[in-house]
């Protein structure tokens, strides 16, 4: 018998591959609005473009700032660093952004098929802290929403990841108890900290094998290794 019933997936850099995705993005942006005129190139708008979101993010969680003022503050803020005041463009890169983003669909390497084969087994889930609308036509867009049975954002949730109550929540809304669960993500402290957290077993997407000092948790640098893990757990 199989131990577990349940997968449950982050998407961004887990499934999805954020990184290139982001880029194509601000390549299309730095283009479609000329912003030549600001930035020196499509990474520098990236760059200065990520270094704003953590804090809106902690704002928006917060409850200090809702979902449409923090989505504008990522482009106002970013403008503002290179001393540029134009809400109006703020808001129609905001527009464009949020238009454009879904539309990338660069996966992670062996998700696909990683998905394709684990569905035959397992139910899949999404564990996403984003928004409804834009997770939900990622996973459209990008081909795999016929492996998933159902996505959990922090947006529908009204709490992210890593707090307990938000995986309590899929649990709940599953009608499953932990053991029966898996959770595969690619940030330690929000997927995999929160899942051990309420003691839901985890592995570490780690692409890039970074070091931790908790050597016991399961690590992959490879989504394929999740074919071997868990079919010879039957
Ligand atoms: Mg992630």
């Known amino acids: 018998m199989k131990k577990y019933q349940h997968l449950f997936f982050d998407l961004d ?3 999805w591959d954020y990184d290139h995705n982001l880029a194509q993005t601000m390549e299309f942006l730095f283009s479609e609005f000329q912003l030549n005129k600001y930035f020196h190139s499509p990474k520098e708008l990236q760059r200065i473009y990520l270094s704003q979101c953590s ?8 409850r200090k700032i809702g979902r449409n003022q923090m989505l ?3 482009f106002l ?3 503002q660093e290179i001393k540029c005041n134009d809400n109006d463009l703020a808001q129609r890169l905001t527009a464009a952004h949020i238009e454009n983003t879904p539309k990338q669909c660069q996966l992670i390497d ?3 098929e990683v998905l394709k084969e684990l569905s035959i087994l397992y139910q899949i889930h999404i564990i996403t802290n984003g928004f409804t609308a834009i997770q939900t036509k990622k996973i459209e867009n990008c081909g795999i929403k016929p492996y998933i049975t159902k996505v959990f954002t922090s947006e529908a949730i009204r709490c992210p990841k890593p707090n307990k109550y938000f995986f309590e929540y899929a649990l709940k809304s599953l009608h499953t108890s932990k053991e029966n669960c898996l ?5 330690f402290k929000t997927d995999i900290q929160g899942a051990q957290n309420i003691k839901i077993d985890a592995i570490w997407f780690n692409p890039e094998k970074k070091k931790i000092e908790d050597s016991t948790t399961k690590q992959i640098s490879d989504l394929k290794e999740l074919l071997s893990i868990l079919q010879l757990i039957q």
């Open 55 to 62: 804090d809106l993010w902690r704002q928006y969680y917060s």
């Open 72 to 74: 504008l503050l990522r």
């Open 77 to 79: 803020n970013t403008l």
């Open 110 to 112: 062996g998700a696909t």
């Open 183 to 187: 959770v595969i993500g690619d940030n």
């Open 13 to 15: 850099s887990t499934l």
